[in-house]
């Protein structure tokens, strides 16, 4: 089936914002039809794992987030609205863009500036999220009692166990 041809004559630039004040992280994006990119944006907070989405998600997820239209900018191409995008990036100071435009545009050296600028606060993010997961981890096989830090729970007994316990509790 052939690629259907983007009218960017309709392009949107949003931002994603937490409702919380205290999280002040930004996301900037753009799109020809927002309902379907505000239901992208959802659908992919219960699956994807990109930063945008660990991030809503870390901060009670979609609900506690809101998606707002910036500026109808009628364009003629993808370069325009990319472009008019990265302004708003830029003017927003959006902290959860990772995938910025990194072409021979004055704003080449961007993404390099925003990771020096930003770098504490993203290995902070990454830290919280591992220590979370372990957290989980932790938590789940807490349930069958099971320490991994204990040489005798080795892996494959571990996950044995975990079946056989599911499987006598029809959890």
Known sequence: MPKQQVDFSK????KITCKDELITDV???RTTNFKLRQSTHKNSCKKNKEFVYISINQNRGWENWTM???????????IEASNREQYW??????????????????????????YFKNREKVREKQENYRINKKQEKENYLAQFNINLDDENDNPEWVLNN?????NNKNI
């Open 68 to 78: 707002e239209i910036i500026e109808n900018y009628p364009c003629i191409n993808s």
């Open 162 to 166: 975990i079946k056989n316990r599911k």
């Open 27 to 29: 996301y900037v994006g």
């Open 11 to 14: 392009n949107i630039i949003y």
């Open 89 to 114: 990036i830029n003017q927003l100071q959006a902290t959860l863009n990772v995938n910025i435009k990194f072409d021979n545009t004055p704003d080449t050296d961007y993404k390099k500036e925003w």
